[in-house]
């Protein structure tokens, strides 16, 4: 006896499921035909795709690419002329640096002691920060 409750819930359970997806596949499926009837609208409305634009001659492109960027390279030129910031050849930086040398960083400090006048962070962020909790006075 059992058995055969079992199985006609299940029977039942199964027809009331494929309902349901019937339903809402028949709502949606009204929904996408009605989508796609205003489709077509749009298309006509709006301008065309335009074509790719392709490399008419990619030789000379290539060759005023690197003109552009050997200019910027070996020859002077402003990036912002009105806050006086401007760009050096890369032979005349390179000598500057050589003259001046590199900006010092941390006041001749070493490796090490930069690492330890570094505030100290919590390595593991998944773990919480165990700090002692600030201590209340009765009031």
Known sequence: MGVVLLG??????LVITSLCVWGLLRFFNKERAAGEAVAPQA???????PPPRL???PAVELKQSRTA?????????????SA??????????????????????????????????????NPQPNEPNTSPAPKTTPE
Do not use: C
């Open 55 to 57: 490399q008419v001659n």
């Open 8 to 13: 006609a819930f299940l029977l039942l359970s």
């Open 84 to 121: 006086g910031v401007a760009h050096i050849p890369i032979e005349r930086a390179m000598e500057l640096t050589i003259e001046r040398g590199l900006l010092e960083v941390g006041g001749g400090k070493t490796r090490l002691q930069l690492m330890q006048a570094r505030p100290e962070t």
């Open 69 to 81: 960027a050997a200019a910027k390279l070996h020859f002077y030129g402003w990036i912002d002329r």
């Open 43 to 49: 298309r006509e409305q709006g301008a065309e795709f």
